[in-house]
Structure formats: structure tokens, C-alpha cells
């Protein structure tokens, strides 16, 4: 129960309480929560003080109203630290969270100039082009595009990629991306295409994360251009 006894406003105290049945479950991802009246008679405060408590669960993303049906517990988000060559499967299970790939794309194709100069081919060179639809649990997360060198994988050809590609890389062929070079991130909506591939409504916004990775040796692996939900993921500086 709530102390109005306590320094600490009737609201804060309410959001935290919130936040906590959020955590332990008591409160579902993706579940309908209490109502407004629901939950000032359970924790009796108005009802003014429940709709502050929630407005900012909203803004966190904890939350997330929908029209004339009320408000919902938001999906999980998956955290990670930019600076860090971590894979999502790796970011997925450090949260965890289960995860898998549907590969949508994957051909031999001629690269445009900057992934040709990123990658330090020839004229005319070309790349093995990936698109994979990346899961964290049950719902699209991520459509991830990458772009390797023909000369040293055009082994990926040849493989599922439903699992980690980079724990394919290092167990398997002895190449680990660990080193990361150029990374830029912003915020784009998705078109109809990446709408559509994602299960998204079209004006979605997400995140664009512009990387190139290394090797051990600090070879090109790949240059990546990953289009990511937003409201489902959280970056550390």
C-alpha cells in the first residue's frame, strides 16, 4: 500500500509500484492493465494520481495506450551498448530473451561505392548481400542487412543462418568479428517495404545503425545497415 505519509509524491510511489508488478510479471508483456478506477481502489489515490503514474509509464515505454481499448504493458526491450561488438543473439539472450532468423535475402551482388571503399574491394568486386529477419521472442525486431567481401565468405552461401552468424563465424571458420569500426545510429520511419517485412504499421519509427565490423586481424567483415523497432530496443552510450 501507499504511504502519504512519505516525502516522496503519491504518484511516484504508484509508478514505482506499477513498474515493479511490470517486473515480476504480475502485470504481463503485452497484457491489459487494471483501469484507471481499478487501480485507484486498489491503491486508494485518485484518480488523477493514477493517470500521472501512467502518462509517464507511457513516455518510458513501459506502457502503451491504445484507442478505446485501454493501456497495455509494452513489449520487452532489448538493451545494448553501442560500443560493444555484441551480436543480437548475444543482446537477445543477455536480456533473456529467445531469438531466431528468417533469411529473406542472400545473393551475389555488384556493392554501391561506399561499401565498396568501406570494405577495400576492387572495381567490380563483389559482395555476398544478407537480409535476415531478426525475432526477440515471437515478434520481428530487426531487418538486418549486411554486406561481406565475395572473396573471403561466399561460404555463407552455402549456410542456414537461422542461429548467430557471428558464433558461426568463430566456431566454425575461425573468423571473429570483434572489432568495430565506423558506427552511426539515428531515427527513420519505416516505408511500406520495411513495414511489411518488420509486421509494423508504415511511419514506424526506427533505428538505423550504420556499423563496420572487424575481424581479429582487423579485417573487413562486413559493412551493416540494420533497421530496428524502436520502441523495443534501448541503446547504452
Known amino acids: 500500500m501507499l504511504n502519504p505519509e512519505q516525502a516522496e509524491p503519491l504518484y511516484i510511489q504508484l509508478k514505482k509500484a506499477i513498474h515493479t508488478a511490470i517486473t515480476n510479471e504480475e502485470f504481463k508483456h503485452g497484457e491489459k492493465i487494471p483501469t484507471e478506477i481499478e487501480l485507484s481502489n486498489r491503491f486508494n489515490v485518485s484518480r488523477i494520481t493514477v493517470r500521472k503514474a501512467v502518462e509517464e509509464l507511457c513516455q518510458e515505454g513501459y506502457l502503451v495506450k491504445r484507442q478505446g481499448k485501454g493501456t497495455f504493458v509494452n513489449q520487452a526491450k532489448i538493451g545494448r551498448k553501442i560500443e560493444h561488438v555484441i551480436g543480437f543473439t548475444a543482446a537477445c539472450a543477455a536480456n533473456g530473451i529467445s531469438s531466431h532468423s528468417v533469411v529473406t535475402q542472400k545473393e551475389v551482388i555488384k556493392p554501391d561505392a561506399d561499401v565498396q571503399h568501406k570494405l577495400g574491394l576492387e572495381p567490380g568486386e563483389p559482395v555476398v548481400f544478407i537480409q535476415r529477419k531478426r525475432y526477440g521472442g515471437d515478434n520481428p525486431l530487426m531487418l538486418e542487412n549486411n554486406y561481406y567481401p565475395y572473396k573471403r565468405f561466399a561460404f555463407l552461401l552455402n549456410e542456414s543462418l537461422e542461429g548467430s552468424l557471428y558464433e558461426l563465424l568463430r566456431e566454425k571458420y575461425d573468423i ?42 582487423g579485417q573487413p567483415v562486413h559493412v551493416g545497415k540494420q533497421y530496428i523497432i524502436g520502441d523495443r530496443y534501448q541503446f547504452t552510450l
Do not use: H, R
Request: glycine share 4%; charged share 25%; net charge negative.
Open 176 to 217: 571473429d568479428p570483434c572489432q568495430p569500426g565506423e558506427t552511426t545510429l539515428e531515427i527513420v520511419l519505416a516505408d511500406e517495404q520495411k513495414a511489411k517485412l518488420l509486421d509494423t504499421a508504415i511511419g514506424k519509427p526506427l533505428f538505423y545503425m550504420y556499423t563496420m565490423i572487424n575481424d581479429q586481424n
